[in-house]
């Protein structure tokens, strides 16, 4: 008997034994979860297509992620955590590497979360958030002749340097004002008389504001990192009324160009030609110019993308034609030249043109390189603005050049800005009707490659002094001047500066 029992003891214990090795086994697999746990766009990963991370929100098995309208959805790259490090995630068989694998969100995307025999399906849906509307940042009652916005790329916020009517003369006091919330505040930087000015900022915020003082009938630079102003020792030319370029620049060699055209002829340069005044990190140069220009110019106008700075100047000759160029590396290059609207049929005999107006034109450039351009053509009938656009060919470092036509149509044709959002989608501005005066914004639509129906931002009669600028954030900053009202000599309205701005990346 015993005999027996200490056999079925045997078999039982080895019974036990395959059990506790069979369990062994299955406790040595994944004992994790398939699951997602965090879901976002991050703009490190996007950089064509975001300027900030958008997060998702995660309910049950749904992602949901809201994106700025008008997002290029077809190769986002998603990134995302999973309970487990062991988990494989696939979209339709390929395998997701977080912030490395593009898909195409136009429609809804399965994400396959496997972790050992466990499998888990989300659905990830992409949408657009509300369309970004103009909202009022601010106002400041003051009477001016000139006004320039720059953004300073420290903070990314808008600043202003201002030539206002001091005790009602037309070359006054010159100011720089900030924003601090929805109030916009200014210092006195120079005591009158000033005028034509230029503004910018170099890298790291340092403000530059450049003046011709007629009294002293010379040109003055005035500088500001820390708080106070003070006056950099040179002194330089008299600008044409239509030559003072609206941005000071600091290039990719730390060189700091400002731009102007002669008023007279003054050394080396004649009349109306353009002047660089050039500071090298260690002194001023003057009475520079670009290599080979020659002739009249008006309005240059400066911008920096990616290390290269880009200079547009009107050539007021005939035919009317404008030029780009560019700097980098302590060398110059004609991008654009002589190029003109032409107006002839083609196959003409003789090539004909139209007239370039004279007013301030303006460009902006996008991260591969294309250059918006901003211009009015008298087209027979008045001049009307129109933008064009200089296809960059990194292949053969070229351009060619294409109108995308007049925007809006309006009878207001002088002034207008263009400015490209950081995601490389142009907006043009415009006053609406000589008699309205309203601001009015297009941009161009990324699928119809149509402009979209004007926004007018506001009721007011803006004056000619306005400016548009995105900061690198995505939000765009409008600032236009409007004239006081009077009613039998009583001012019932003062003069005022009023800033918009349109959060495209929220």
């Known amino acids: 008997m015993k005999k027996y029992l200490s056999m079925i003891c045997f078999l039982g214990a080895l019974f036990t034994a395959g059990c506790s090795d069979d369990k062994t086994g299955e406790e040595a697999g994944p004992t994790g979860e398939a699951k997602i746990t965090a879901f976002s766009f991050k703009a490190e990963n996007n950089p064509d297509y975001l300027v900030k991370d958008y997060t998702a929100t995660i309910s049950g098995m749904a992602i949901s992620v809201k994106v700025p309208a008008g997002t290029d959805l077809s190769a986002l790259v998603a990134t995302f955590e999973t309970a487990d490090g062991e988990s494989t995630v696939t979209v339709n068989g390929t395998t997701q590497v977080s912030g490395t694998t593009a898909n195409n969100f136009s429609d809804p995307v399965d994400y396959l979360v496997t972790i050992g025999k466990k499998n888990a399906l989300y659905t990830v849906t992409v949408s657009e958030l509300p ?7 601010g106002e400041m009652n003051v009477t001016l002749t000139r006004l320039r916005m720059e953004i300073n790329p420290t903070d990314n916020k808008p600043y202003f340097a201002i030539t206002e009517q001091t005790g009602g003369e037309t070359y006054g006091d010159l100011l720089y004002a900030s924003v601090n919330g929805s109030s916009i505040s200014s210092v006195v930087v120079q005591k009158a008389p000033t005028q034509s000015i230029g503004f910018g900022f170099d890298k790291s915020g340092k403000a530059y504001i450049s003046y011709y003082n007629s009294t002293e009938k010379v040109s003055h630079i005035t500088t500001n990192k820390s708080g106070s102003w003070s006056l950099e ?7 044409l009324n239509t030559g003072v370029g609206p941005t000071i620049c600091e290039a990719n060699d730390g060189n700091i160009f400002v731009f102007i055209s002669n008023f007279a002829a003054s ?11 050039v500071y090298d990190g260690n002194s001023w140069l003057t009475q520079q110019t670009i290599p080979g220009r020659s002739g009249y110019t008006y309005w240059p106008v400066a911008r920096v993308k990616n290390d290269v700075m880009y200079l547009l100047a009107l050539n007021p000759v005939s035919p009317n034609s404008f030029s780009i160029y560019t700097y980098k590396n302590g060398t110059w290059k004609t991008a654009i030249d002589s190029f003109a ?5 083609p196959g003409a005999e003789t090539t004909t043109y139209y007239t370039i107006g004279s007013k301030i034109p303006d460009m902006d450039i996008d991260n591969d390189g294309n250059i918006y351009i901003n211009l009015s053509y008298n087209l027979g009938s008045g001049y009307m603005r129109h933008v064009m656009k200089a296809t960059y060919n990194a292949n053969t470092d070229s351009y060619e050049v294409n109108r995308l036509g007049s925007p809006l149509n309006t009878d207001d044709g002088d002034y207008g800005r263009i400015a490209v959002s950081p995601l490389g989608i142009p907006y043009a501005m415009f006053r609406n009707s000589e008699d309205s005066k309203q601001i009015a914004v297009v941009s161009l639509d990324s699928k119809t490659k149509d402009w979209t129906p004007a926004t007018i931002v506001s009721l007011d009669q803006a004056d000619s002094e306005f400016e548009f600028k995105f900061a690198k954030d995505g939000t765009a900053y409008l600032a236009y001047y409007v004239l006081e009202e009077k009613n039998d000599d009583v001012i019932t309205s003062p003069a005022k500066i009023c800033l918009y701005k349109l959060a495209t990346a929220e």
């Open 131 to 137: 369309e970004a509307v103009w909202t009022k940042v």
């Open 233 to 239: 020792s040179v002194d330089y030319d008299r600008p």
């Open 267 to 277: 050394g080396s340069l004649g009349k109306r030609e353009l002047n660089m005044t």
């Open 341 to 345: 609207y032409v107006s002839s049929e």
